[in-house]
């Protein structure tokens, strides 16, 4: 038998795998595939890091380290569910959760390194050994163009606007070399006193790679800080600040505290040696300042100018109006990549204390990819809100593959301790490249092999190919690393036939003109980008076009020829989880689990050549398709349809098409029983997933749950279960 791996991750999608994991295990048994659990969870990777200090019962093994072998190998099916990227107060939170159930595990400040290997985006770019294939399912696109999700008026005179900074920034220091062969490089800072601080030795690197070193200035950044907080105020418009701090784990925290720090100026201009001194820099998030307060013999006194700056500063984009939680309160909290595309169709507006939406200055420092935001918001004040009833659409092939680009930069992101140089310097003492830093700038390389550039290029070709939409490869060539891979593109794309093919190079700022202008017509454009705007690309078109990125087919063709299968974005989940403990309502969506397990099967298919799994997976299409139309998704109201009845609805509609299906006559005798008794039982099923909720429910945890806590939750009805066992066995 195949296997398939289905990860165990983190909140409202763990709580979804307990209730939707055995359905597929029981559908996909016949059709001899084994569905096997790998933990990836924040928590159970922090435990996997210190079995010396575990019972052999509280040890875990560290299952992203196998799946990231298993990764590079044709043998690989892996659905990976959203994780958790966690911040450090994320990161600080699970410790203390996996502290108080008896496991002896040390606190971050014991062994910061050992944590910080996982904290932030340390899933993704261990299991991406390929690069990204990302759209809109036919059926998904049909059915939102048939039931479009509401959209936010523009108006012309809106006041919103992107703020980010014109020099001293990542985007205007990069430099950009292309090693012409394979090389050990180190990273140095030469103080102005003529001493050595080793940066990072023993940087490995490959012929054709391409190497980018750049800075961002703190002293740039507190000016143009400075300014921003001036401007909401004098605008009247709500400040808010959106980075990305879970994935530059590094860098944005960093770039967080002089945010906090720039609006709460009076407080730190005031009392900001001790505030640094107790750790309350600002780059935890105003929430950890206001905690630690209370363990200070002045804490009130200093509280006392935070309030005052909230008073008198501009307001503040919110969180959590109601329990006033800011824009600053937690670094985690506000996600470029998802807060922008949501204020976009939100008509430009945050909400506000007064849990009203408001216009918005929105700031975001790194200038890199500011200018995509500008242009859709300078375009819906000129042309109104898009309508997704008649829109075109985007889907993304990205650059991810083997930590491609900034997001594989965490272990070369240095805050410089002291005024010097830069150097990257290779093997032979020859610098490479070079900056001249002040202390307090933020620092950093990233690294792009050549062999995942090819496949990017080969992926896009087909691409284009296969939907014969125009392609356009969203590169600048006045930044030093896109000037870089345009001639490797260019270079690249002679490999390949494209005759008859529509494929560009465009700037990031233009590429998003030329795709929003054409998707206001209902035509279609292939973005081809790299890490980064992978991401942002892969929230901010599909939460327009679908109001979700969530329904996106996400998939990742390995470069050993194996398949990884996403199944959306997270970003919503600890809400749903919060509803789940108060009403035991679980809203979570699952269809990116439904479009992604096709995929999966369909992989069986077409690389083992296993004919029922291609069975399973057309089926499994058709009943996706019936569930939308049939509206039976999750709704967000206590009381009516959620998680769990929505499985079951699938479960139901799934075993109704195998068991019509002629393809494969021994599944659909399996399957026509089963079909039977889910339409028969289907009232009094449904009635019981309705019964259940209403209630507080007990997880036993919420970074480490219980399994029997949550599958009493989620699998509450024996009815269902029943039929769903009697099938795997």
């Known amino acids: 038998m195949s296997t398939i791996i289905w990860t165990r991750t983190d909140e409202a999608p763990l709580l979804a795998t307990i209730s939707l994991k055995p359905i597929v295990e029981a559908f996909a048994a016949p059709a001899g595939i084994n569905v096997e659990t790998r933990d990836i969870s924040l928590a159970a990777r922090i435990v996997s890091q210190f079995p010396e200090r575990l019972t052999e019962s509280q040890r875990a093994d560290d299952h992203l380290a196998e799946l990231g072998e298993l990764a590079k190998t044709p043998e690989a099916n892996i659905i990976k569910l959203p994780n958790i990227s966690a911040s450090l107060v994320q990161l600080k939170k699970a410790i203390a959760e996996l502290q108080a159930d008896g496991y002896d595990l040390p606190d971050y400040e014991e062994a910061s390194e050992r944590y910080d290997a996982v904290k932030g985006s340390a899933v993704n770019p261990v299991l991406r050994e390929g690069n990204s294939d990302r759209r809109a399912p036919q059926a998904v696109k049909n059915f939102v163009r048939n039931h479009p999700h509401s959209m936010g008026e523009w108006s012309a005179d809106s006041k919103t606007a992107v703020a980010t900074m014109t020099e001293g920034d990542f985007r205007h220091n990069e430099k950009s070399v292309v090693m012409p062969d394979a090389d050990t490089l180190t990273i140095k800072l030469v103080k102005a006193d003529g001493t050595e601080d080793v940066l990072k030795d023993d940087l490995k690197v490959l012929k054709g790679e391409v190497i980018d070193g750049t800075f961002l200035s703190a002293s740039a950044l507190d000016s143009f800080l400075a300014e921003q907080v001036k401007r909401a105020k004098d605008t009247g418009v709500l400040f808010s600040a959106h980075l990305k701090a879970t994935m530059m784990k590094v860098s944005d925290p960093i770039i967080f505290g ?33 905690t630690g307060l209370g363990g200070l013999d002045n804490g009130e006194e200093i509280k006392a100018l935070f309030t005052k700056g909230l008073d008198e500063g501009p307001s503040l984009a919110m969180v959590n109006s109601d329990k006033g939680i800011t824009n600053l309160h937690v670094p985690s909290d506000v996600i470029v990549d998802a807060s922008m595309p949501a204020t976009i169709r939100s008509s430009g507006k945050m909400w506000n204390k007064d849990n009203a939406l408001q216009d918005i200055l929105a700031v975001i420092p790194d200038s890199s990819y500011a200018g995509i935001y500008e242009v859709v918001i300078e375009d819906c004040k000129a042309n109104g809100a898009f309508d997704p009833a008649t829109m075109g659409t985007v889907p993304n092939v990205g650059l991810m593959a083997q930590k491609a680009e900034e997001y594989g930069s965490h272990d070369k992101t240095f805050k410089i301790p002291a005024s010097g140089t830069v150097q990257v310097v290779n093997s032979a003492g020859d610098v490479l490249m070079e900056h001249d830093v002040e202390a307090g700038d933020i ?47 260019n270079t690249y794309l002679g490999d390949h036939d494209t005759e008859g093919l529509d494929i560009s190079i465009e700037s990031p700022v233009d590429a998003t003109r030329i795709s929003i202008e054409r998707i206001r017509k209902g035509e279609d454009t292939v973005s081809v980008t790299g890490n980064v705007l992978r991401d942002y690309n892969t929230d901010l078109f599909p939460i327009l076009e679908l109001g979700t990125s969530a329904k996106m087919l996400s998939v990742v063709p390995l470069m050993a020829g194996g398949g990884l299968f996403e199944t959306g974005a997270g970003g919503s989940a600890p809400k749903h989880v919060q509803q789940v403990l108060k009403e035991n309502h679980l809203r979570w969506d699952s269809l990116g689990e439904f479009l992604a397990l096709a995929e999966s099967l369909r992989h069986e298919k077409n690389e083992r050549g296993n004919a029922k799994a291609g069975v399973l997976a057309d089926a499994l299409d058709k009943a996706t398709e019936r569930l939308l139309n049939e509206g039976k998704s999750p709704s967000r109201v206590v009381g009516e349809i959620d998680n769990r009845g929505s499985h079951f609805y699938l479960a139901a509609f799934w075993a109704k098409e195998l068991a019509n299906q002629t393809e494969d006559a021994e599944l659909a005798e399996v ?20 019964d259940v909720q209403g209630q507080p429910v007990d997880l036993g945890g919420y970074y480490w749950p219980s399994i029997p806590k949550m599958l009493e939750v989620m699998r509450p009805v024996d009815e269902f279960n029943q039929i769903i066992n009697q099938l795997r066995k």
């Open 258 to 290: 002089h945010v906090v720090r720039a609006y709460f100026e009076e407080a730190f201009r005031t009392y900001g040696d001790t505030l640094s001194a107790n750790g309350l820099n600002g780059e935890n998030g105003l929430a950890n300042i206001l």
């Open 671 to 690: 399957f026509g029983p089963v079909a039977e008794e889910l339409a028969e039982k289907a009232d009094s099923i449904n009635q019981g997933l309705i």
């Open 443 to 489: 620092w950093r390389a990233c690294q792009t092999k050549d062999a995942p550039i090819r496949d990017w290029v080969k992926l896009a070709v087909n691409r284009a190919r296969l939907s014969g939409m125009k392609t356009i490869f969203w590169l600048d060539p006045t930044r030093a690393h896109d000037a870089n891979l345009i001639n490797l593109v």
